[in-house]
């Protein structure tokens, strides 16, 4: 069977490791993370998506091995890229591509095929990774080897679209490549969408996440001017779902987190500045917007307290949840965070609950706490967050003083919504 090697093992490249062994690839999943690698030799699953016992399952197979040793990648057949792509101060991190690009490189092989999946601006695959792979494994691309690019579509905690049933766009940076491509994730999901180019491919995820992330700003400034007209903006914007055709619903929330749209946009902005000396006014916007969004909860959970008579400064807060999306604990980014961040700035004392994010992610100034109705009463003031499907929301409504709501699951005379 041919060996893949698959380049992180994160919320992207462990759920793939796991689909490519299912049906019959040998995989190596490499890591430079050495406690991830444990984990995972374990048996031990930090990604939702990817239950302890499938892992189990792919290590019992024998066809899974979960490394930090780079000469384990020897003579793939396959090598797919799913590495971090963070902003620092505004700029694109390209280091891990780098990295992961040199370790294929050194064990690359006539006929090997080279994926990157990692979220970019158009043209890193040819004016970046190709250089990399021709010069680490003095091979030619196109003549010696191939190379794609397919943007990953993973939505951690989506129970409905997953890795095998949501579309594959790929590509190639000629035909051979294409197909060989094209050929590894049809072996893997239901349908893949071939474009022309890998600049396209590229284009396609920062098209879908800033479209997101321009319509969550969108609809949160709608949010913050119905408060400060007295209009219910949720009423309205569920009776605007019911339109067929022309509008797509999105919701208000406490500002937009993860590794998607905080980022993303950024790229495309950070690329059309440098290559075309123009501003992107629309993620500018949307950055603004949602960037803004912690802030603005923070201020209106103060306006809230002080009609109570309740300063900021001493009194007693539950945060429920603190990932950036329910039912997932990925905190990257999360706006909770900041909310968080800044009620203990203003003198609060603040607890939370989140059964998911890990506690090593957690403020030392705050206390994580089991969700439970002696925490509830203790609070003079509960904020839902995150509204994880774990949450007994019974139990919150009945036992908590007030709850300022940001995410719409609850109603009654002691909730106040976003």
Known sequence: MPLVVIVGQGYVGLPLSMRAVAVGHNVVGFDVDEQRVKRLAAGDSYVEDVRSEVLNLALASGRYLPTTDGQA?????????TVPTPLREGVPDLSFIESAGELLGRNLRRGSTVVLESTTYPGTTVELLVPILEETSGLTAGEAFHVGYSPERIDPGNRVWSLMNTPKVVSGIDDESLASVRAFYDSLVGSTVPVSRTQEAELVKLIENTFRHVNVALVNEIAMFAADLG???WEALEAA????????????????????????????????KRRA???????????DVNDHMPRYVVRRVTLSLNRRRLPVNGTRLLLLGLAYKSNT???????????????VGLGAEVRAVDPYVEPSRIDPRMTLVDLTAEELCWADCVIVLTDHDVFDWQIVKGHAKFIFDTRHRLDGANVEHL
């Not at 929330?253 to 946009?265: A, S």
């Not at 000396?277 to 950055?287: P, S, Y």
């Open 277 to 287: 000396g123009e501003t992107f006014r629309f993620v500018e916007l949307a950055n």
């Open 73 to 81: 990648c020897g003579g793939f057949d396959v090598g797919v890229i």
């Open 241 to 272: 779902k019911t339109k067929p055709f022309g509008f797509m619903g999105f919701t208000p929330g406490p500002g937009v987190g993860g590794h998607c749209l905080p980022v993303d946009p950024s790229y495309l902005s950070w690329r059309v």
């Open 231 to 233: 209009i219910d903006v």
């Open 329 to 343: 604990g990925d905190s990257r980014e999360s706006p909770a965070l900041v909310v968080a961040d800044q009620l």
